[in-house]
C-alpha cells in the first residue's frame, strides 16, 4: 500500500481525500506533461482539468470518474487549475480549486454538484476575496465550514502582505530572519451556502511551545503551502508543507481558527519536488494520502497520489503506522 500509486493511467497530485457516502473520495489535481522548464514560479505545474478517484477499501481497486471540472469551462481562468478540495455543505459538494485568473493573479474558485464524483458546475466568479494556492475546505461539528489557503512563491501568497496584490517580481518576498515571524497561511469561516467567504480571511498562527511564532528561517518548521485541517479527540491539527525542505508537518489547537503549536513531522521528503497531503478516517482508521513522483522517476512536474496508515499515541502525536 505505501509504495504503489493509486492510479498509474494518469499522474496525480496534491490529493484531498474525504469520506463520502461510504467511500473515499479523492480530488487531486491531474498532472501532464510539459516542455516548460523547472522554476520558482511554478510555471512547470501546467494543469488543466481534475479527475476523482473514489475507492470502496483502502488498497482495494480505484475507480477514476473522469474529467469533473476544467478550465474551459471556468469564465475567469486563465490557465493552472492547481491542488483543489471538496467539502459536502447545505446538501451540495463543492469542488474548491485555485487557478490565474486573467491577469496573472491565482484565485480560488467554487464549483458545485450533487454528486461526490460530479461534474461540477463553477460560479462565473472567483470567491471575494480570495487569493493565493492550495484551498483546504473542514466542516466542524456544528456545520460551521472553513476555508484554509496559502502557498508561496510561485504560490503568491508573500504578494499580498500588505492587503494588496504586489508582484513578487519586483516587490515582496518571503521574509527572512531568526526574529522574523514566517509568512502565516489564511483561513476564512464560509457563508451558510459554501460559495463565499461568511467575513474577511485572517491569518493562521503557528506558535512553539512558548507560544511564539515560528520565524521566517525556521524552514524545517514555517508553513510553505498544502494546509490542511483534521479534527482529533477534540483537537484540531493544521498540517502543511514546509516546502523547500520537504516535510509535512503539524500543529494542534483548541479552536479552528487558531492559533496551533507545532508538533512535529508526519512525513519525510519523498521522491520529487513537492510534497502536499491530507489526512481521513475511513472505517476505524487514519489514513495520510500524499504523492511522490517514482512513477515518473524523478520528474518533479509528473506525480502520483500514495496512501499511508496513521497512528495516533496517548499523548495525541501523530506518526506513520510501522506495519504499512
Known sequence: ??????????YTADPSAHAFEGKIYVYPSHDR?????????????DMVDYHVLSLEEIGGKVTDHGVALKADDVPWVSKQLWAPDAAFINGKYHLYFPARDKEGIFRIGVAVSDKPEGPFTPDPEPIQGSYSIDPASFVDDDGQAYLYFGGIWGGQLQCWSTGKFEDSQSGPHEPKGTDVPALLPRVGKLSPDGHQFAAGVQEVQIVDDAGKLLVADDHDGRFFEAAWMHKYKGKYYFSYSTGDTHYIAYAVGDNPLGPFTYGGRILEPVVG???????????GKWYLFYHDSSLSKGASHLRSVKVR???????????LAEKQ
Open 1 to 10: 500500500m505505501a509504495h504503489e500509486p493509486l492510479v498509474t493511467h494518469i
Open 33 to 45: 506533461e510539459t516542455d516548460i522548464q523547472f522554476n520558482d514560479n511554478g510555471d512547470q505545474y
Open 273 to 283: 519536488w513537492t510534497t502536499h497531503h491530507s489526512i481521513v478516517e475511513f472505517k
Open 309 to 319: 496508515e496513521i497512528v495516533y499515541d496517548e499523548d495525541g502525536k501523530i506518526a
